[in-house]
């Protein structure tokens, strides 16, 4: 094995630090530059502000801490660069620690296993989905998976990185932010026909629809595709009862396709939505 090919060199902004990185288990693409740089890391249950902001910034001091003085059950996750490719990275650190056991000791108590081991079981889990039943998906309708990477370091630890091809902005936010005074068909009818197209598959993704949001659908703006992302509660043997494209004129109790197209396509507002008079792209 040429293990030089197998490594690389990260460093995170605003942590001072760089750090070797080995790369774990085998993927299909290779990370085109020995360097790659990370912004500073963010954790999404951090954010207070709603689906409509971006997750708040942490100082080093606290996305250094996760896992050992709180922890959640959100990686961290950072935009990055490798050479000219733009990716984004989950983060799990402080592996080897002892979780907080006041923090969440029932969950604790009850699995055995803190929360912050299970965010990198998932990180492990969904890799071999990606492996499994996505390799045909990679640079399409999901972003390229990177692989899994792991090193020791002074500051978080033994961190687990799992990458991916950056694969554009939260869907749900942008629907909103552009509502008022944009014609949001395309991205919206995008998102939705993406979800179809893995139920065409027999891919069920489980975790598009939150409490008062969507979920794990990103839309990119310069090439205008939606892609899907997080498949760690996925199924790869769903039974789709309805893999049609929603019926325009339906409603949530008769969307004419299968229940998660059609929370989406409800979450989107497609059944009743009413375009702005004066529409315009994005
Ligand atoms: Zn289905």
Redesign the pocket.
């Known amino acids: 094995m040429d293990m030089a090919g197998e490594q690389r060199r990260i460093s995170f902004h605003g942590s001072g630090f760089s750090n070797i990185m080995y790369r774990a288990g085998v993927c299909s693409y290779e990370l085109p530059d020995a360097h790659i740089t990370a912004d500073a890391p963010r954790c999404r249950e951090s954010d207070n502000h709603g689906p409509s902001h971006a997750p708040s910034l942490l100082r080093y001091d606290e996305w250094q801490s996760w896992g050992t003085t709180w922890q959640c059950n959100s990686c961290l996750f950072a935009g990055a660069t490798c050479g000219d490719l733009k990716l984004c990275v989950k983060i799990a650190i402080n592996l080897e620690k002892e979780p907080p056991r006041d923090a969440d000791s029932i969950f604790y108590e009850r699995t055995r296993v803190s929360a912050h081991l299970s965010v990198a079981q998932s990180f492990l889990d969904e890799y071999k989905f990606y492996r499994d039943h996505l390799q045909e998906l990679q640079g399409t309708l999901v972003p390229r998976h990177y692989g899994l990477w792991r090193f020791n370091s002074t500051w978080g630890g033994v961190v687990l990185l799992s990458i991916f091809e950056w694969a554009g902005s939260p869907s749900f936010p942008l629907f909103y932010r552009t509502l008022a005074n944009k014609d949001t068909t395309e991205y919206r009818v995008a998102c939705i026909q993406a979800v179809r197209e893995f ?1 065409k598959r027999g891919i ?1 993704h489980g975790q598009l629809i939150g409490i008062c949001n969507i979920r794990h659908i990103l839309f990119d703006l310069e090439t205008r595709t939606a892609r899907l992302i997080d498949f760690t509660s996925s199924s790869a043997d ?1 039974e ?4 049609n494209f929603p019926v325009p004129h339906g409603s949530d109790n008769f969307p004419g396709c ?1 229940d ?2 059609a929370s989406v396509a409800g979450a989107f507002q497609y059944y009743n939505y009413v375009p702005p008079i004066h529409e315009t792209r994005l």
């Open positions: 139920h069920s769903h789709c009862n309805g893999p299968c998660e197209v």
